[in-house]
């Protein structure tokens, strides 16, 4: 088993559970997506707040560069960068949680779940790799090799109605074949088979990568919109701009070629990263935070400024006593 393939598996145990209990597959799919929206979110609430916090240490960043800008380049940056790293130290501030970190939690979250996606009669229907085997082998033989391809058990759905007959019996059994040709029908939302590729066959399917790219384009437009708003001296970097429709594009290009059951998970994926992002923004204002963290400040300071003056009142007292 490869790396995709070991991510995938805890994943298609979930997906398989969650099937059985709702036995539908499209709806245990917006299950497991909601389900994994909610365990990240303590990293997002998380993000949002050290997102805040870097808004807030900007400005005696920028006194920290002011400080050592008569200073030649090199030396200048290795100054700054050490000053820097105390603050954030001091401030109790981490880059990690605004940087890779998130990202490549994510990255592993949309491998597994994409490699279950990809594999649904063996995560959800549970056939034997011999049974596997003989569904790829009988797509071979009447429309050509495609077990090279992760997409095989998705090809295999969607032409089922033409290779079936072609199946041994004593691997496939009848029992499996209504088992698939149920599922079948279960991989389908108003009519619109997911199996299929859009760019195959066109027509209606066509609305899954548009509806993909319109809803990533929802959570870029308004994270751009916040960006402008919170720092816009960033947002005058063109590569923002780009940023911003990239991921519509190479939403809407990846759901147009792949089967339109992964550019459906992206949609529902899409969606509900645009209700956490607008809800984090409104219930998690960076003014809030902002002014939350200064009081916090305020009160640790002036405890530390007590205990000072407590101590020195103490001194005080033990000197008198011992004159």
């Known amino acids: 088993m490869g790396f995709y393939d070991i991510l995938a598996?805890?994943?298609?145990?979930a997906l398989s559970f969650l099937f059985e209990i709702t036995n539908n597959y499209l709806f245990?799919?917006?299950l497991i997506t909601l389900i994994i929206r909610l365990l990240l979110l303590p990293q997002a609430v998380t993000q949002q707040k050290n997102s805040a916090k870097q808004m807030r240490l900007q400005a005696k960043v920028n006194k920290i560069r002011a400080k050592y800008s008569t200073?030649?380049?090199r030396e200048a940056q290795m100054k700054i960068s050490e000053e820097t790293q105390e603050l954030y130290k001091r401030e109790g501030f981490s880059m990690s949680n605004m940087g890779c970190l998130p990202m490549i939690l994510q990255l592993v979250v949309m491998m597994g779940l994409y490699g279950a996606i990809y594999s649904p009669i063996k995560y959800v229907l549970k056939f034997s790799e011999a049974q596997l085997a003989e569904l790829s082998a009988a797509y071979t033989k009447v429309l050509g090799d495609a077990s090279a391809t992760r997409q095989i058990e998705l090809l295999v759905l969607?032409?089922?109605s033409e290779i079936k007959d072609y199946l041994n019996p004593e691997i496939i059994k009848e029992a499996d074949v209504t088992r698939i040709e149920s599922f079948i029908e279960n991989f389908k939302i108003f009519g619109i088979d997911l199996t299929a590729n859009p760019k195959e066959v066109g027509g209606i399917l066509i609305i899954i990568p548009v509806l993909a790219g319109?809803?990533?384009l929802m959570s870029s437009l308004f994270m751009y919109l916040k960006q402008r708003k919170t720092n816009p001296e960033m947002s005058k970097n063109p590569a923002m701009g780009c940023m911003t429709f990239m991921s519509p594009v190479m939403s809407f290009m990846f759901s147009f070629g792949f089967p339109a059951g992964i550019g459906f998970y992206w949609i529902i994926s899409n969606i509900l990263s645009f209700i956490q992002t607008v809800g984090l923004h409104f219930?998690?204002?960076?003014?809030?935070i902002i002014a939350e963290q200064m009081i916090d400040e305020t009160v640790q300071r002036r405890a530390k400024e007590n205990n000072v003056k407590i101590k020195a009142a103490m001194m005080q007292k033990k000197e008198d006593n011992n004159e």
């Open 71 to 73: 200073l030649n380049p």
């Open 28 to 30: 245990s799919l917006l």
């Open 214 to 216: 319109v809803t990533a």
């Open 9 to 13: 598996v805890p994943f298609g145990y």
């Open 283 to 288: 219930t998690l204002k960076p003014d809030a």
């Open 158 to 160: 969607n032409k089922f």
